[in-house]
């Protein structure tokens, strides 16, 4: 029942922001992604809170959390894992990697080599990493939290538009108020993620993830969510609009969405709030677009502004 979501999500919400101050439509964000079993990319400076958050995601939840510090000279066995020779058993013993996680922080990303890079780009799609020819199953949940630092560029790897289109959200946490800071100062450093414990179940998740998948869009609703994303296609200033993978992304965070506002049916506004972080790290923006300061962002705003949005379908 959307109730029960609806209840899961708010003792997330509530534990996080212990450690994460005035920052809760952020963590209602990963909390979506989480109930969607997507990813999401953070773009920030540093000291934002971006470990704070994955972290204490992942203790709230009771799950397993690893960090991978992205580097040049990182390797793909280094994320995914590596089969060692034991002379004991003279046999091989696969010893897994960061990436066998409930959640994974992929700091700093676009500094790992591109073939580093790729590594994740099964486990994100399929939840499962091969290694030496065998498949494994990654736990579930599985969400892989990846940051940039917008900033240093300087010897970065740039994410292929195709590991891009696997991310389910962008976002950014910004800085804080300066009530908020000064709670934050208040607090002090004994306010750590690592003093969190867990509120509910990996199951819960999953129970509720189920639950999300059962949210209902009228057929107005859907017709409304496939124009936003072909809109995108059709704009003269973007050069590579939204995926069909896209379009099923916004569905199912707009379904989950719903269900964390308590409701069974998706309405117009919860596709117009989430239009812009599942779809704008998807475009690439025309250079003439560039020029004038118009950005992916900008884009997907300017289309929700002018398509015509269906009036009270949902209940229908």
């Known amino acids: 029942m959307p109730a029960a979501v609806q209840s899961i999500a708010e003792r997330l919400c509530r534990n996080v922001e212990r450690v994460l101050v005035g920052k809760r439509a952020a ?13 999401l990319l953070i773009e920030d400076v540093p000291g934002i809170g971006k470990t704070t958050l994955a972290r204490s995601m992942a203790r709230s939840i009771g799950g397993t959390f690893r960090r991978l510090q992205c580097t040049p000279d990182l390797l793909p066995s280094d994320v995914t894992g590596v089969s060692v020779f034991d002379q004991r058993t003279s046999q091989f013993e696969f010893r897994p990697g960061p ?21 994740v780009l099964e486990a994100m799609q399929e939840a499962q990493v091969s290694v030496d020819g065998v498949t494994r199953p990654l736990p579930r949940p599985f969400v892989v ?56 179940s990996a199951e819960d998740v999953l129970s509720a993830m189920a639950e999300t998948g059962r949210v209902r869009l009228h057929d107005d609703v859907r017709r409304y969510l496939v124009q936003v994303t072909r809109a995108t296609r059709a704009d003269t200033d973007v050069r590579l609009g939204a995926s069909p993978r896209a379009t099923l992304a916004l569905q199912r965070a707009s379904q989950a969405w719903a269900a964390v506002q308590g409701r ?41 502004d002018t398509l015509p949005v269906p009036v009270e379908p949902a209940r229908r």
């Not at 963590?27 to 990813?39: F, Q, R, S, T």
């Not at 990436?99 to 590594?119: G, H, K």
């Not at 998807?282 to 950005?295: K, M, N, P, Q």
Request: include cysteine.
């Open 27 to 39: 963590i209602e964000l990963a909390i979506v992604a989480l109930l969607c079993e997507g990813h």
């Open 264 to 304: 069974d049916f998706v309405v117009p506004d919860d596709i117009k709030y989430l239009a812009v972080p599942v779809l704008a790290h998807r475009l690439i923006a025309s250079l003439e677009a560039r020029l004038r300061g118009r950005d992916a962002a900008s884009i997907v705003q300017g289309i929700l």
């Open 145 to 200: 939290l990846a940051t940039q630092n917008p900033v240093e560029l300087e010897g970065t790897f740039p994410l292929p538009e195709a590991q891009l289109d696997r991310f389910l959200m962008r976002l950014s946490l910004g800085y804080p108020s300066q009530d908020d800071e000064e709670a934050l100062v208040a607090r002090g450093s004994a306010a750590s993620a690592q003093m969190l414990g867990a509120v509910v």
């Open 99 to 119: 990436i066998f996680a409930n959640v994974l922080l992929a700091d700093e990303i676009n500094r790992a080599t591109p073939r580093t890079q790729s590594a």
